[in-house]
C-alpha cells in the first residue's frame, strides 16, 4: 500500500519513500507526493533521487491494480533501482500546480454552467469540460466574465469526507453523468469551494480561487445534438 501523502498535503513537493516493489510498469513506493492519474487529471511527473544521487526520470504515475499502490512510471532508458531502496520522491512542481489550478477552475465552470457533465480533462493550464446542453448559444466573453468573478471572490477550497449511504441520499452532488466517485472503502471525498460548489472528487486543487489567477473561455465547440465543449485556459 502507498500513502497518499498527496492528499494530506497537495504542496508537499517531496518526501522520503522505500521501493517496495518493481515490475515491468514501473516502481511501487510506500508513500508519495505523485498524484496517480484519473479523474481527467494526468498522473504527475518528476524524478526519484536514489541515496548516492542520481535521479530517474518519472514520466507519469499510476494506480496498480488494486488501487492501493502508486505505480511510478519511468523514462526509458531511465537508471534501474532495487526493490528495498530508499528513494526521495520529487514532484515537477510547476507541472503540478498548473493542474491545481486549472482543476479547481474547472469546477467554478460546472457552477458557470449549471448542466450535467459528459466529459473532462486537465491540462498543463489548459482544460475542458463536455457538457449535456440543448442550447449553443453560448458566449465566450459572458462566461468568461462570470468565471473570473467567483475566481476574485478568493474563496476557501475545502476538503471533507461523507460515506457512500450519505452520497446516496445526496445524488445531486455526482455532476459527471458518466464517471461515478470510486466506492468500496466507505467514504467518499467532497472538494468544497466555500459558499459556491460542492462535489465528489480525487484531485489535487488549490488552497483558494484567488490562486488560480485570470482565466479565459478559449473555445465552446458542438460535440453532438446535445454536447458542448468548452475550453478554458490559464491567463497569468
Given at each position: 500500500?502507498?500513502?497518499?501523502?498527496?492528499?494530506?498535503?497537495?504542496?508537499?513537493?517531496?518526501?522520503?519513500?522505500?521501493?517496495?516493489?518493481?515490475?515491468?510498469?514501473?516502481?511501487?513506493?510506500?508513500?508519495?507526493?505523485f498524484y496517480p492519474q484519473g479523474g481527467g487529471q494526468p498522473g504527475d511527473a518528476g524524478t526519484l533521487v536514489s541515496e548516492d544521487g542520481a535521479e530517474t526520470s518519472v514520466i507519469s504515475a499510476a494506480y496498480g491494480e488494486d488501487r492501493t499502490q502508486i505505480v511510478h512510471i519511468p523514462a526509458d532508458g531511465a537508471a534501474v533501482l532495487a526493490p528495498g531502496s530508499r528513494v526521495i520522491a520529487r514532484l515537477?512542481?510547476?507541472?503540478?500546480?498548473?493542474?491545481?489550478?486549472?482543476?479547481?477552475?474547472?469546477?467554478?465552470?460546472?457552477?458557470?454552467?449549471?448542466?450535467?457533465?459528459?466529459?473532462?480533462?486537465?491540462?498543463?493550464?489548459?482544460?475542458?469540460?463536455?457538457?449535456?446542453?440543448?442550447?449553443?448559444?453560448?458566449?465566450?466573453?459572458?462566461?468568461?466574465?462570470?468565471?473570473?468573478?467567483?475566481?476574485?471572490?478568493?474563496?476557501?477550497?475545502?476538503?471533507?469526507?461523507?460515506?457512500?449511504?450519505?452520497?446516496?441520499?445526496?445524488?445531486?452532488?455526482?455532476?459527471?453523468?458518466?464517471?461515478?466517485?470510486?466506492?468500496?472503502?466507505?467514504?467518499?471525498?467532497?472538494?468544497?469551494?466555500?459558499?459556491?460548489?460542492?462535489?465528489?472528487?480525487?484531485?489535487?486543487?488549490?488552497?483558494?480561487?484567488?490562486?488560480?489567477?485570470?482565466?479565459?473561455?478559449?473555445?465552446?465547440?458542438?460535440?453532438?445534438?446535445?454536447?458542448?465543449?468548452?475550453?478554458?485556459?490559464?491567463?497569468?
Amino acid at each position: 500500500m502507498t500513502r497518499p501523502l498527496y492528499r494530506e498535503d497537495p504542496y508537499l513537493t517531496e518526501c522520503g519513500a522505500t521501493i517496495v516493489a518493481a515490475d515491468q510498469r514501473g516502481y511501487v513506493l510506500d508513500a508519495s507526493v505523485f498524484y496517480p492519474q484519473g479523474g481527467g487529471q494526468p498522473g504527475d511527473a518528476g524524478t526519484l533521487v536514489s541515496e548516492d544521487g542520481a535521479e530517474t526520470s518519472v514520466i507519469s504515475a499510476a494506480y496498480g491494480e488494486d488501487r492501493t499502490q502508486i505505480v511510478h512510471i519511468p523514462a526509458d532508458g531511465a537508471a534501474v533501482l532495487a526493490p528495498g531502496s530508499r528513494v526521495i520522491a520529487r514532484l515537477d512542481w510547476r507541472l503540478r500546480h498548473l493542474r491545481m489550478r486549472i482543476h479547481t477552475a474547472l469546477h467554478l465552470l460546472s457552477v458557470v454552467l449549471p448542466f450535467p457533465v459528459t466529459g473532462g480533462a486537465i491540462g498543463d493550464g489548459e482544460g475542458r469540460l463536455d457538457f449535456d446542453i440543448q442550447d449553443s448559444g453560448l458566449d465566450k466573453v459572458e462566461l468568461t466574465e462570470k468565471l473570473n468573478a467567483l475566481v476574485a471572490r478568493d474563496a476557501s477550497v475545502l476538503e471533507r469526507w461523507i460515506t457512500d449511504d450519505e452520497l446516496d441520499s445526496n445524488p445531486a452532488l455526482v455532476k459527471t453523468m458518466s464517471v461515478q466517485p470510486p466506492r468500496g472503502s466507505g467514504r467518499i471525498r467532497l472538494i468544497e469551494i466555500d459558499g459556491i460548489d460542492l462535489q465528489p472528487c480525487g484531485g489535487t486543487h488549490v488552497r483558494s480561487t484567488g490562486e488560480i489567477g485570470r482565466v479565459a473561455i478559449t473555445d465552446i465547440q458542438k460535440k453532438g445534438r446535445q454536447n458542448r465543449r468548452v475550453r478554458i485556459a490559464l491567463v497569468d
